[in-house]
């Protein structure tokens, strides 16, 4: 089943209404409380209701309508120091991954996401930090470790959430930096995906249906974190950055010791 064609009025479709719905707003809650997160969660759940063709394409165009709104309140309390650096970066690196990626299989490509993902996570887990805000050079080495991992395996956002869960950092300002991160990447993902061929008409349902709730559920995410102070955050973020780790390496593990075709 390669699409889904949604009739104007939904009216016979309402279990495929509320999943759409429940998934956008679940995935959004997470991603207002930690400045990332969406699409880890929305694809997968997403993908109960769509084929895989359209679930990215939709997390994908969410997260760039919201990153939008949220852009006038994030800029004022990201850093932009770390951010020029990340975005330089990650320009550079993905390229490069898209080429690596021509050389190494997907499952490969998994692996190095899952080791990237795992070795950050063991280091923030056992409480590393930076003393102080790393200079140029190191960042733009993030940015490109990001850009790598977005060229073989459209997922940047690992060495960068770990770069600012170790940042000596308020939660709201890693938050916003983040937001403001994934609003650039989003751009260049709309950009692929246009010219991939993979936007059309059977988003413009989907996206009306989520697009209030990523904004919603976004906003209700950022109060609850405001709310707990800050508690919370930190341990949640490590939990979705080990999360990726653990299902990269099992996708990869699985295709590579599956049977052959």
């Known amino acids: 089943m390669d699409t889904i064609a ?21 995935a959004a809650l997470i991603r207002g409380f930690t400045g990332f997160g969406f699409a880890l969660a929305a694809v997968p759940l997403l993908g109960f209701w769509l084929p895989p ?11 760039f309508c919201a990153s939008l709104s949220d852009l006038p309140r994030a800029r004022k309390s990201a850093h932009w120091p770390s951010l020029r650096w990340l975005v330089a970066g990650t320009a550079i690196g993905s ?5 690596a990626l021509a050389l190494a299989s ?9 080791l990237v993902c795992g070795g950050g996570t063991i280091a923030l887990v056992r409480g590393f930090r930076f003393p102080a805000p790393p200079g140029g050079r190191e960042t733009v080495m993030v940015g490109l470790a990001a850009g790598l991992c977005n060229g ?3 997922m940047p956002g690992p060495p960068v959430v770990a770069y600012y869960l170790a940042m000596p950092l308020t939660p709201q300002q890693g938050r916003a ?7 650039a990447t989003s751009v260049a993902s709309v950009i692929s995906l246009v010219s991939a061929g993979l936007v059309g008409a059977f988003l413009a349902v989907p996206l009306a249906i989520g697009i209030p709730l990523i904004l919603v ?13 800050g508690r919370g955050h930190r341990a949640l973020s490590i939990l979705l950055l080990g999360a990726v780790a653990a299902v990269s390496a ?12």
């Open 6 to 26: 949604f009739p104007a009025g939904l009216s016979d479709q309402p279990g495929l209404v509320a999943g759409l719905a429940a998934a956008i707003f679940a």
């Open 217 to 229: 559920g976004s906003r209700l995410g950022e109060r609850l974190l405001r709310r707990s102070g």
């Open 152 to 154: 073989l395996a459209a």
């Open 95 to 99: 390229p490069l991954g898209v080429a």
């Open 250 to 261: 099992a996708q990869a593990v699985s295709h590579l010791l599956g049977p052959a075709p």
């Open 53 to 63: 063709s359209q679930c990215v394409p939709l997390a994908v165009g969410l997260q």
């Open 106 to 114: 997907p499952d490969v490509a998994r692996l190095a996401i899952a």
């Open 177 to 183: 930096s983040l937001l403001v991160f994934f609003l």
